[in-house]
């Protein structure tokens, strides 16, 4: 690891004039950025924490929608949200380790997008708003690729809001190794439609699979979808499946999602 | 026998430092002044060095030294523990494996050089400054296409990329061919056995010191086998007099072969402590493991199994390609001869056996023994073709393995691979299987499975392997360049407690608890009493290291034989204080008394004596009560085993679920029953790791892609299912005095083939033609070979 300046501010306004310096780097829970760094394939000169943060830091119900602030680890959420908005909990508590949920936290997923995360599905599947330190921005259009998102330099996701639905479920297929998703499905079911949102499977990071949203609008249940499953094309190939098991896959753990959900 | 002695199930000592945090390992040491050496590594794996421009980096912080190869040039190579021969005679390549790469980087993570400085930080910076201009050529990563092809060669001064074409035994070949065209069925099966990285929880670490004031050096450093290390440094590698060196392992966290083996690391800080008269610190990273540690297993393989239509083998033939990879570790050319070759029998009353096996050089990291070694890749050729055979004939798994096994009256057997096995019965080990896994009740769970849309199998295996090792006068004429005996001195102390010196290291095989065993057990003293020294060049008679299941049979052989010296001196010391003559002395949990009479002497008593011996008549008793022995085994021994594993396979996922897994093993004598047990559910998971997570995978250009834990999945607890283990069904092994057979590679040899037959017979059952899934049996696989 090379040398680096590490600064922990205790409000968001000390963050955002932190994150101005030249080569400063937001570090969320660590659970990316650690190990890259680590490896000296990353070395910003100034490392600012977000974990100090107390506005930051919780988990509220506020107008239908699940709040957690940016700064939140897996475990919060997974603890403190279960009786809010079970599924995204769910999702929370089925990351990494224990070692992993307490220091990772959902504005530091939601930032890294790695293109197998489970946050993205439970955002994009929710219709999420992330809210950052300078504006609001639908999980519509955050995610913009393969660790890649809409966020500005030096822009810190302050709170995401989840839109809690009628019932939703997270399915998980485990990529043996790294226990990150091969493939997630996040199902959620709301008056006014169903969303479906994979992660893990797609070359292009965490995307909707819209032919499912319109059978399960229609009949929200498993046998709506039978013997659908995306297109191969531009799934993720690698040491772990090709992208025909991983089309597959889309369509087995959507009809678990319908068949789990509550 | 002493309370703690042969057969009690006592708890390890050693684990009171270990799980109390007291364990010191290798990169625990840092002696003053220590300075810290990083290394430059390839990115490529195949290239020629053109040119290494080190003065940047000599000109950073803290830098105190570059070397590279060029520093190397006039040291020697590290060179292979085994001489093997070609099929028509010719002796194998053997290429030089140089300290530091010179001329050309050979794999991805090839050192070619390394900066010593005041801190591991400024070290990591200097290299990154080194500017090495490599032109990179295509990379041989294919054995076959490597074979087939000459002109892309791991080394210019080689013809080609075959290190040997080897043949066991080649005298039967034209008989076994014969025998398999005349069969009136035979089973034909192309399989891989998989690469695995060792991964051990330490990271390899070496610390080389050297006194200019004595002109003596110390290596301490993370091995399995400190004397071999010892005697490679000095005879081939750096020179320095085997009495000048002292190499010191001390707790060591896991090796599983990984660390049996020489590394040019270590010569290094040697020779860099030498030139900057401080102390020199490398510590491996995570990564280095996966690129640099020896790797297992790596065969590609054509089996043929010719039978008699009623299930009597006739033949078993093999072809087998073997990764060596870049350059040949110590044992790399054993374990795929005399480690495999021999074991292609099996259990099994076969006539004719014959394998060829082509070792070839891969711009790989080097392939070498790694738990089981060459056992594991034999035990899966022979006993997934045999299920496949049951299979096609229609018999019973368990049934067509009985029907070939050696039977208990015809020990001791020559097996038709030219190995001798003492003892054994393995109709006894498959009815204790039997009964442990409730064969009979499997129909009923697997309706069970069925009713929550499961495909559910039962994968049956049985194995025989060589432990022991070994006979140095066998192995001698199989190629190998040295004695596999070993040590122990036995040093009663005047006070009457024990330090017993043994060449076997420990690290996680319970030594230190289990030797004691032994020699409380002879002695009649308390084990508490007895200490094991270990892993100390500068301390320990000799000792050809732990590995192959071996500490036991082997140096636990030297302990008893020593221990037996102790009580025959002890007992000329016991006839002189009790006035008789030592024929008329008996010797029984702990005391001397003489025949006939009521005269007794304790063992500490004596002790005592043989250090005060004011009254000796000194011409015929030295004072003194130590004595050394070197034990050299008659045979190998044969640990064999009977296992059932059942899975579940999710018919729309391809997952595959391991609900029970019950090995039944010959270990012979068991010394220690706990120890036993936990050293084959450690083998258990192991080789379920290979069976359905583990691969080591090289793109087309060399470079790894399971290259950390991120992609490289090893076994977790919960992966695992409760792992039933019995050794109650023993045979004792007819010629080492214990009458053990060694038990610490078992359970990788025995399971992956028993996964891999489970999960076949779940498809197979749910009338998918499925003859075979490559290992590891991952989701992905299963679901292919489903939907094929």
Avoid at chain 2, 29 to 36: D, K, M, Q
Avoid at chain 2, 502 to 509: D, I, M, N, T
Avoid at chain 2, 608 to 623: G, N, R, V
Wanted: glycine share 10%; hydrophobic share 40%.
């Amino acid at each position: 690891m090379h040398n680096f300046d590490f600064v922990r501010p205790s409000t968001l306004a000390e963050a955002t004039a932190a994150m101005q310096a030249e080569g400063a780097q937001a570090l969320g829970g660590g659970q990316t950025l650690m190990p890259v760094m680590k490896q000296r394939l990353a070395a910003p000169d100034t490392l600012v924490s977000l974990a100090g943060i107390a506005e930051m830091i919780g988990v509220c119900e506020k107008d239908g929608a699940l709040v957690i602030g940016g700064a939140t680890t897996h475990a919060q959420v997974a603890s403190d949200a279960a009786s809010m908005y079970p599924a995204l909990a769910a999702l929370a508590g089925m990351i990494g380790d224990p070692a992993v949920r307490s220091r990772g936290t959902v504005g530091g997923s939601l930032a890294n997008n790695d293109p197998a995360a489970c946050y993205p599905a439970g955002a994009l599947g929710s219709g999420a708003t992330i809210t950052t330190n300078t504006r609001e921005i639908s999980s519509d259009n955050f995610s913009t690729g393969m660790f890649d998102t809409a966020l500005e330099e030096g822009e810190i996701i302050t709170s995401v809001a989840f839109p809690i639905p009628e019932k939703a479920s997270y399915q998980k297929f485990e990529q043996p190794a790294s226990r990150f998703a091969l493939v997630g499905v996040y199902v959620a079911k709301f008056a006014d439609g169903v969303r479906v949102a994979v992660t893990g499977a797609s070359e292009g990071g965490v995307f909707r699979w819209s032919a499912a949203e319109a059978a399960l609008s229609g009949n929200f249940s498993a046998e709506a979808i039978e013997g659908l499953s995306p297109e191969a094309s531009g799934m993720i190939t690698d040491l772990h499946g090709s992208g025909a098991y991983r089309a597959h896959l889309i369509g087995i753990l959507t009809k678990r999602a319908v068949a789990a959900a509550h | 026998m002493a309370d703690g002695g042969i057969g009690a199930a006592t708890k390890r000592r050693e684990d009171v430092r270990f799980l109390t945090g007291r364990g010191q390992y290798t990169d625990d040491y840092t002696p003053a002044g220590t300075t810290y050496a990083v290394f430059a590594r390839s990115q490529v794996a195949h290239g020629t060095i053109k040119s290494i421009d080190t003065s940047a980096a000599e000109a950073m912080p803290g830098v105190l030294a570059v070397l590279t190869g060029e520093d190397f040039v006039e040291v020697g190579g590290n060179p292979a523990g085994w001489l093997i021969n070609n099929r028509n005679g010719t002796p194998m390549k053997e290429p030089k494996r140089p300290v530091l790469a010179h001329g050309k980087v050979r794999h991805v993570g090839d050192a070619f050089a390394a900066v010593i400085a005041e801190t591991a930080e400024q070290a990591m910076d200097a290299a990154e400054a080194i500017d090495a201009d490599i032109e990179e050529h295509d990379a041989v990563i294919d054995m076959k296409a490597a074979v087939a092809d000459a002109g892309t060669r791991v080394h210019d001064e080689l013809t080609d990329n075959v290190c040997f074409d080897w043949g066991w035994i080649e005298d039967n070949r034209q008989a076994t061919d014969e025998a398999i065209k005349a069969a009136p069925h035979v089973t034909t099966l192309e399989l891989v056995n998989n690469r695995l990285v060792p991964n051990a929880l330490e990271p390899r670490c070496s610390i080389g010191e050297y006194n200019p004031g004595t002109g003596d050096y110390k290596l301490t450093t993370t091995s399995q086998n400190p004397h071999l290390t010892r005697l490679l440094i000095s005879a081939f590698v750096l020179g320095i007099p085997e009495n000048k060196l002292t190499v010191h392992a001390p707790d060591v966290g896991g090796g599983f072969g990984s660390k049996i083996y020489h590394y040019g690391e270590e010569a290094l800080v040697l020779a860099a402590a030498k030139k900057l008269g401080r102390p020199v610190k490398w510590t491996a990273s995570r990564s280095e493991a996966f690129l640099t540690d020896a790797h297992g297993r790596d065969h590609v393989t054509k089996i043929e199994l010719a039978t008699e239509t009623d299930g009597t083998f006739i033949a078993f033939r093999t072809e087998t390609y073997a990764n060596v990879g870049a350059y040949l570790s110590n044992f790399s050319t054993a374990t795929p001869t005399f480690l495999h070759g021999t074991l292609m029998a099996g259990n099994y009353t076969v006539p004719n056996v014959y394998v060829n096996v082509k070792a070839v050089f891969t711009n790989t990291a080097p392939v070498d023994a790694y738990r089981g070694a060459g056992r594991p890749e034999a035990t899966y050729s022979l006993e997934r073709v045999i299920d496949k055979c049951a299979r096609e004939l229609g018999m019973d798994p368990i049934a067509i393995r009985r029907k070939n096994f050696v039977k208990p009256d015809q020990y001791p057997f020559t097996s038709a691979a030219g190995l001798e096995y003492d003892s054994g019965n393995y109709d006894a080990l498959v009815d204790g299987l039997e009964g442990l896994a409730d064969i009979k009740g499997f129909e009923a769970r697997r309706a069970e499975s069925e009713s929550r849309g499961m495909l559910r199998g039962l994968g049956i295996n049985t194995y025989i392997e060589a432990c022991g090792i070994a006979p140095s006068n066998l192995v001698g004429v199989l190629g190998s360049r040295v004695g596999l005996y070993d040590a122990a001195t036995v040093r009663v102390n005047a006070t009457g407690n024990i330090s017993v010196m043994v060449g076997a290291h420990s690290h996680g095989q319970g030594h230190e608890t289990a030797f004691p065993q032994v020699v409380a057990d002879l002695l009649g003293v308390d084990p508490e009493s007895v200490e094991i020294v270990h892993g100390d060049t500068s301390k320990i008679p000799f000792g050809m290291g732990t590995y192959g299941s071996r500490s036991l049979a082997v140096c636990g052989s030297a302990v008893y034989r020593a221990t037996e010296k102790i009580i025959k001196k002890a007992t000329l010391i016991a006839a002189h204080m009790m006035e008789s003559d030592a024929e008329q002395v008996d010797f029984e949990d702990g005391v001397f008394s003489v025949r006939g009479t009521n005269k007794t002497v304790g063992f500490g008593d004596v002790a005592l004596k043989a250090y005060i011996p004011h009254d000796f008549p000194l011409e015929e008793i030295e004072p003194g009560l130590e004595e050394t022995a070197f034990y050299d085994p008659a045979n190998f021994t044969y640990p064999s085993g009977a296992y059932a594993c059942e899975v579940e396979v999710d018919p729309d996922t391809g997952k595959v679920t391991i609900c029970s897994m019950v090995a039944v093993d010959d270990f012979g004598t068991v010394v220690n029953p706990m120890i036993v047990t936990g050293q084959v559910q450690g083998g258990l998971a192991q080789g379920i790791g290979q069976a359905l997570l583990e691969n080591a995978v090289y793109d087309e250009n060399g470079q790894l892609n399971s290259g950390s834990l991120m992609d490289y999945a090893m076994p977790r607890a919960d992966d695992l299912p409760n792992l039933v283990v019995d050794h109650s069904h023993m045979t004792r092994c007819t010629h080492n005095p214990l009458g053990v057979k060694g038990c610490g590679e078992a359970g990788a040899i025995g399971s992956p083939p028993t996964v891999v037959n489970a999960v076949i017979d779940a498809l197979s059952r749910a009338g998918h033609d499925v003859a075979h899934i490559d290992m590891p049996v991952s989701p992905a696989r299963v679901w292919e070979a489903m939907n094929k």
